[in-house]
């Protein structure tokens, strides 16, 4: 199956810091990609939409200016969670779409945990 | 609004039969996905459906209703290995795709 990784796994930061997540699909082309957000016990919440490109479609609530997405490649996004807060720790989860044979499936990274302090 | 439902927690015996609902009601629908999850870690894929019925794969299998917005995750054989949490999903248009909460599995010996 495709692999999507992540960079990093983890990073812990200061408040008002920025970070920078890194999503790439190492056998494939993807186009598309999502991010997505997931709080202890919780489901994942898709923050937006990445498109290759060009901009970046956002959730509702999710602030575009805090959460900068640029998707240069057709095999890279990244995530930048700029001036980074408590409430930003979260564990982030890119994915991508792709054809496994006839099916489609979504392939997701192994994910980043973020801890701000 | 998009509403995925799935129960919170199910427990079942190693061995045993456990089958894990979901009912959705989505502005649009292409096709529904179940995932495992385990805890700390990403998502895997385990199925997607796109037509009514029961697809197999091994010791899963699920199942779709599109006029019932309904579908099913069947385990069979159940291994400890299987603890973990379930999480049902459907793709709209547009390539986007909601998660419901995820059922949470706990396999006891």
């Known amino acids: 199956g495709a692999v999507v990784s992540q960079h990093p796994s983890w990073v812990i930061c200061k408040s008002g810091t920025s970070v920078k997540i890194e999503c790439r699909s190492l056998d494939f082309q993807a186009t598309t990609m999502f991010w997505y957000r997931q709080f202890p016990k919780q489901s994942l919440m898709l923050m937006a939409t990445s498109n290759e490109g060009s901009k970046a479609t956002y959730e509702q609530g999710v602030e575009k200016d805090k959460f900068l997405i640029n998707h240069a490649s057709l095999t890279l996004s990244t995530l930048t969670v700029t001036s980074a807060h408590p409430e930003d720790s979260s564990f982030y989860i890119c994915s991508a779409r792709a054809m496994d044979g006839f099916q489609e499936t979504q392939y997701f990274g192994p994910g980043t945990r973020l801890l701000v302090l | 609004g998009q509403n995925i439902d799935q129960p919170t927690e199910m427990t079942a015996t190693e061995g045993a039969i456990v089958q894990i609902n979901c009912t959705y009601q989505t502005s649009g629908f292409n096709g529904l996905f179940w995932y495992q999850q385990h805890a700390g870690e990403a998502p895997t894929f385990l199925s997607y459906?796109?037509?009514?019925g029961l697809e197999e794969k091994g010791r899963f299998s699920s199942f779709l209703s599109r006029s019932k917005g309904y579908s099913y995750l069947l385990l069979k054989e159940l291994q400890m290995k299987d603890s973990a949490s379930y999480l049902c999903a459907v793709s709209l248009g547009g390539f986007k795709t909601i998660f419901g909460a995820g059922t949470r599995l706990f396999v006891k010996a």
């Open positions: 459906n796109v037509l009514d």
